[in-house]
């Protein structure tokens, strides 16, 4: 008969800091409803993202169906293949191809070990591969989102500017910083003729 | 709804705004097919009077905001403000031209001004009028910092425009700035 083997506790691991090497992404599954249901139902994730508030198992599976695995570039962030948060690109179209806009998030529990800095680096060298007409990654995040405006800047973001009253976020009018990546921080020379 | 402008001096023209129409072409063409003008544009030059009414009647006239900038009632340029739809309902984006024969002249900044201190009472949504020029759009950067419009920044890789790509400002200003 087969022992069980006691894995560490997750606490401890946190305590370890060797969550970063178990970071993972993937497309989302329906199986991840539980662990979705978490992250994107608590309000300190949900606040300065644009995605609604979950409120029951079944609007998880529909927003997981109808939402995260249709889309073109959208990952659960994964501790053990389990699902804590997500990171999306969202292309633009017709002349504007050559940018896109990036928008994560992670369960607050996980907050402060550089788990969302892991995961929007580990999608800027997919998502230029994947997307040669790529030239611009762009990310805005609400003035008062200072560790959002960290992870961008650990990965590599470069600030470009305070735009005040810019957007309603959740019904409110807030200012927003933009930053951006571009092809040629991220790879080598791109050229700039299309 | 028209808006005209203080004269600026005695005797100078009168400056003003109003809807453009089809009997406009004339003067609609002496810009549109100016390189000078079209330089820091998203259209290429044109180059037959049935794709200048074409545009008059597709474009010009079912915007929502678009205005001919007028001396003594003939047009020499264009300004206009588009606007946005729903989360970005706040913000409308400036964009004027002017003739190149009427470049030096203030012109610019006295229609933008008027359009600044308009615009913002006849649409009560709107928090945000915006702007984005090209980095080597001197001129136009100029007339927006005369107005009293905030530069927030350079925004690189922004546009593609005839084959290249564009590093753009970024300015705004605010329904709550002082008035220009």
């Known amino acids: 008969m087969q022992q069980k083997v006691a894995l560490p506790s997750v606490d401890l691991l946190l305590e370890l800091g060797v969550l970063l090497v178990r970071v993972t992404l993937r497309p989302f599954r329906v199986s991840d409803v539980d662990d979705f249901m978490l992250w994107a139902g608590d309000e300190q994730v949900t606040r300065t993202i644009r995605w609604k508030t979950i409120t029951s198992k079944k609007e998880a599976l529909t927003f997981i169906k109808e939402v995260c695995i249709p889309h073109l570039f959208c990952r659960s962030i994964c501790i053990d293949d389990r699902s804590i948060g997500f990171v999306l690109v969202i292309r633009w179209s017709g002349g504007d191809r050559h940018k896109a806009d990036i928008g994560y998030g992670v369960a607050s529990k996980y907050w402060g070990q550089g788990i969302a800095t892991k995961a929007v680096k580990m999608v800027i060298s997919e998502v230029f591969k994947d997307f040669p007409d790529l030239l611009r990654l762009q990310a805005f995040t609400v003035v008062e989102n200072i560790a959002s405006q960290r992870v961008l800047e650990k990965a590599g973001f470069t600030r470009e500017g305070l735009l005040r009253k810019y957007t309603f976020l959740k019904g409110q009018l807030k200012d927003s910083v933009i930053y951006s990546l571009s092809s040629t921080d991220s790879n080598g020379a791109v050229d700039d003729e299309v | ?180």
């Open chain 2, 1 to 180: 709804m028209e808006a005209n402008g203080k004269q600026g001096q005695e005797g100078s023209p009168e400056l003003s705004l109003r809807p453009l129409d089809l009997s406009d072409i004339d003067d609609f063409m002496v810009w549109a097919t100016d390189d000078k003008v079209s330089r820091f544009c998203s259209w290429d030059t044109f180059n037959s009077k049935e794709a200048g009414i074409d545009y008059i009647k597709n474009i010009i006239i079912p915007h929502p905001w678009f205005k001919a900038i007028c001396l003594n009632n003939k047009a020499i340029g264009a300004i206009s403000v588009s606007a946005n739809n729903g989360n970005d309902r706040c913000r409308g984006e400036l964009g004027y031209l002017l003739a190149s024969k009427y470049w030096g002249k203030g012109i610019a900044t006295r229609a933008v001004k008027m359009v600044a201190s308009t615009i913002f009472n006849e649409q009560p949504h709107l928090e945000r009028l915006e702007a984005l020029v090209d980095v080597e759009n001197g001129g136009s950067q100029r007339v927006l910092e005369k107005v009293g419009f905030h530069r927030e920044g350079v925004l690189r890789k922004f546009f593609i425009q005839k084959g290249r790509c564009r590093d753009v400002v970024i300015y705004s200003l605010l329904s709550t700035d002082p008035q220009p």
